[in-house]
């Protein structure tokens, strides 16, 4: 072969790998931009989810039954929703739409039933342990502004209380008030 058609050859198969060279980085690079693209919707999709989650838990307890209410919370739905609508309007609870009142009610009420932490009120709720402990807070304070409602005084019991079994624990109260 003479030396032009081997410099013919030569120039065409560098054409032809640019060429491949180029077609190779703009299918990598299309890729990386989908991919980047598919994770940025998971992304967002993920908070949807998890939004998703914690009513669908928030419905599990206080939507169906006034049994799985009380087990959960120690409350009634009615006395729950009651609650809810005291915090509403008298509480000064604070709401910037995040988190609804009845959530924020029924995480307070769930750690006070069951002694939780706020690690697993933020897995069942899905969560922060920030949000948890912020909400809580909120809704402490509305449950204290509103003590005076909430709150009853425990009437003192009479020393001479009409129940003949009654002598016998102010024995015990009188015996047992040193250790105490």
């Known amino acids: 072969m003479d030396q032009r058609k081997i410099v013919a050859c030569f120039i065409v198969n560098v054409w032809y790998l640019n060429i491949v060279t180029w077609l190779m980085m703009s299918f990598v690079k299309n890729h990386n931009s989908a991919r980047r693209r598919n994770q940025q919707l998971a992304l967002r999709n993920r908070t949807f989810v998890w939004r998703m989650v914690g009513s669908a ?3 599990s307890i206080i ?3 006034d049994v799985q ?10 006395t729950f929703h009651y609650l809810c609508q005291m915090l509403r309007d008298h509480g000064r609870v604070k709401l910037d739409g995040v988190v609804t009142m009845e959530e924020q009610v029924c995480m307070f009420l769930h750690i006070l039933a069951h002694h939780v932490k706020n690690r697993t009120i933020g897995s069942r709720f899905c969560r922060s342990g920030e949000t948890i402990s912020r909400y809580l807070n909120s809704i ?3 449950v204290l502004k509103l003590q005076g409602t ?6 003192l019991i009479p020393n001479a209380y009409p129940d003949p079994k009654w002598s016998w624990f102010e024995v015990f109260f009188i015996f047992y008030k040193n250790y105490f």
């Open 57 to 59: 838990y928030l419905d």
């Open 63 to 65: 939507g169906y039954d």
């Open 69 to 78: 209410c009380v087990n959960q919370i120690r409350m009634d739905r009615r």
């Open 140 to 142: 402490l304070h509305g």
């Open 150 to 155: 909430l709150l009853k005084v425990p009437e």
